[in-house]
């Protein structure tokens, strides 16, 4: 599956993140870059949570910015959907 | 953050709003910058106690009272702000501070690109960033690495034949050079015709290569007002500019040598000059600076020729642009930019 726009969920608010997603072309994959104020230890763990939901969503070809401030999985998780709803 | 607390958007027709927002920006020693296209203003029983703008893609006068410094107002601006310029289009964002307080902007994800201690910092934010633009350099580095090269920094609005001699002059005198076209869409000739023209003008030379300048070659026109009294702001900014130029591009491209050809209108520009003059030699670069060329007495500018298209003096711009540039100015294309000359008395 493929987003259509570029959108956005969350927030930079502390405890959160912000999500912005930006289609890729065709055969570009998925690009992902992650800021986090805890990046050093919890990088991988963001990452995870992230990917988790774009293969849930069979999502492709789109350019994921992460700016965490230290959110939970769960709200990783659910600030990504909603950003991918809003791209379809 | 207590729901004591309202976001509002400062409506700028609004004159009452206008004017509290600027006796507020006044207590903090800041001014209402002309070109500000957003403002958002947290209130507190009826007082600002907080502001942040943008224009384009810098965030300017942030402003907070003291009073309630230290309670997350900083991220309860910015969030909201940011959020507009993401729905404007604007994932790249800067924003100028001073180095005291980068660490409240990092901690919103804002990474620093450099700084002039005490006076200003540069950071940005999003999907574009320095590093990015350091690496479409890498690719596109023309010379092989180890090859001495030198650069000039150009905004050719439009391209004459002062800027082909100044290039041709250094093109003669170095193994490599860069070109980098200025990319603030503040001139006349929107950026795609300057870069145009300018590639067009030096295509016969076999050791030049053209650049995209980016956002961090001369790209801070926006530099907001109130880090310094306007007297220093040039310097500031100059100094800020060359910093970046000397501790990422020039290294990115093995750049040892700068020309500039002589000011003799723009005060600023040679304020420019003189600053690098001072500061380059110390960061391993050499300065050039290059006597204009003159025709019939007088030095070819770039404002001259538009001065020169304002009294449709045709047969003078003949002898100051290249065939490129007349072409150019002589087709379809050109026309509204001709018209927008004509009505404007724009300095750029």
């Known amino acids: 599956m493929r987003i259509t726009r570029q959108a956005r969920a969350g927030s930079l608010e502390s405890s959160d993140l912000m999500v912005i997603l930006k289609p890729l072309k065709q055969g570009e994959g998925i690009i992902l870059e992650v800021n986090s104020i805890v990046k050093n230890q919890y990088e991988g763990r963001i990452k995870q949570a992230v990917m988790d939901v774009v293969k849930q969503m069979k999502l492709d070809d789109v350019y994921i910015i992460v700016q965490d401030r230290g959110a939970l999985d769960c709200t990783i998780k659910a600030r990504v959907e909603t950003a991918i709803k809003r791209a379809l | ?348």
């Open chain 2, 1 to 348: 953050m207590s729901s004591y607390y309202t976001t509002r958007v400062v409506d700028f027709n609004d004159t009452w709003q206008k004017k509290r927002l600027a006796d507020f920006l006044g207590r903090l020693n800041l001014s209402f910058d002309s070109d500000t296209e957003y403002t958002l203003v947290i209130e507190k029983d009826d007082r600002i106690i907080a502001t942040a703008s943008f224009a384009g893609k810098i965030i300017k006068q942030v402003g907070i009272d003291e009073e309630f410094q230290g309670q997350g107002i900083t991220s309860a601006l910015l969030d909201p702000l940011i959020k507009e310029m993401l729905l404007r289009g604007r994932d790249h964002i800067f924003i100028y501070t001073k180095p005291i307080y980068e660490g409240i902007f990092i901690t919103l994800g804002f990474k620093i690109v450099a700084r002039v201690v005490p006076y200003i910092s540069l950071l940005e934010w999003g999907s574009y960033s320095i590093k990015k633009y350091i690496n479409y350099l890498e690719e596109n580095r023309s010379f092989e690495v180890g090859t001495e090269a030198a650069a000039i920094v150009v905004n050719c609005n439009p391209f004459t034949l002062g800027h082909r001699y100044l290039i041709q002059k250094a093109s003669q005198e170095n193994q490599g050079l860069y070109i980098f076209v200025v990319k603030e869409d503040r001139s006349l000739f929107p950026y795609h015709v300057r870069l145009d023209l300018v590639r067009k003008g030096v295509a016969d030379l076999r050791n030049v290569c053209v650049l995209e300048g980016g956002d961090y070659i001369i790209s801070s026109a926006t530099f907001p007002a109130y880090f310094t009294r306007e007297k220093d702001r040039v310097k500031v900014q100059t100094i800020l500019d060359i910093e970046i130029f000397a501790k990422f591009i020039a290294p990115a491209l093995g750049i040892k040598k700068r020309y500039v050809g002589e000011e003799p209108y723009c005060d600023v520009t040679r304020q420019y000059n003189k600053t690098m003059k001072e500061l380059l030699p110390s960061k391993g670069i050499e300065l050039i600076e290059v006597e204009r060329k003159g025709v019939e007495g007088s030095p070819v500018s770039a404002s001259f020729v538009r001065e020169c298209i304002r009294k449709d003096n045709w047969d003078y711009i003949k002898k100051l642009v290249p065939e490129s540039t007349l072409d150019f100015l002589q087709s379809q294309e050109a026309q509204s930019i001709i018209e927008r000359i004509k009505t404007t008395h724009s300095r750029h």
